[in-house]
């Protein structure tokens, strides 16, 4: 009975360690995405569901505001709270800020500045306007803006999906 009793702890550790081991988007409505300098999440900001509505980064809470999808054809950055994409809103200046929109539907409209590669060395990278998602500032305040800028290598346009 004693070994019996031992196994079943010790399948019971084993499972607990495995759910640890879970990639975060597999129950949850998608990835976190966490700048690399600030340690913050990108957000959807006050979960705000109208169009253009600005998408910065925030102490990590796990919320639907907080999680998104990036599609491996589309190229789209889709929020799980407000099911609309990451965009700058159709321009290439430096200093725009992340905003929401409605999902393009189309081939045609994907290039609509929707459309996201995450580099290996972890830059977020608009390919429409070849520019990287960007903590302003080297922010570390929730709210702190999250912007395009010329893709360098710092740290505040790494960002890591978790």
């Not at 009975?1 to 607990?16: E, I, Y």
């Not at 590669?117 to 903590?135: E, P, W």
């Not at 912007?147 to 790494?158: L, N, P, V």
Request: with cysteine; glycine share 8%.
């Amino acid at each position: 009975m004693t070994r019996l009793r031992a196994l079943a702890a010790a399948l019971t550790g084993l499972v607990a360690a495995m759910a640890l081991m879970t990639p975060a988007h597999a129950d949850s409505g998608g990835f976190l995405i966490i700048n690399d300098y600030s340690g913050k999440c990108l957000e959807l900001m006050n979960s705000d569901l109208h169009i253009a509505a600005p998408i910065d980064q925030y102490q990590c809470h796990g919320g639907l505001n907080q999680r998104w999808t990036l599609d491996d054809h589309t190229g789209q950055l889709r929020n799980a709270y407000s099911g609309q994409c990451a965009t700058f809103l159709f321009t290439t200046a430096d200093g725009a800020q992340l905003r929401q929109y409605p999902c393009a539907t189309s081939d045609v409209a994907y290039g609509d500045f929707q459309r996201w590669f995450h580099s290996y060395d972890g830059r977020l990278v608009n390919l429409d306007t070849h520019k990287c998602a960007i903590d302003f500032g080297f922010s570390t305040a929730d709210f702190g803006e999250v912007g395009q800028w010329e893709c360098a290598s710092t740290y505040d346009q790494r960002w890591t999906f978790f």
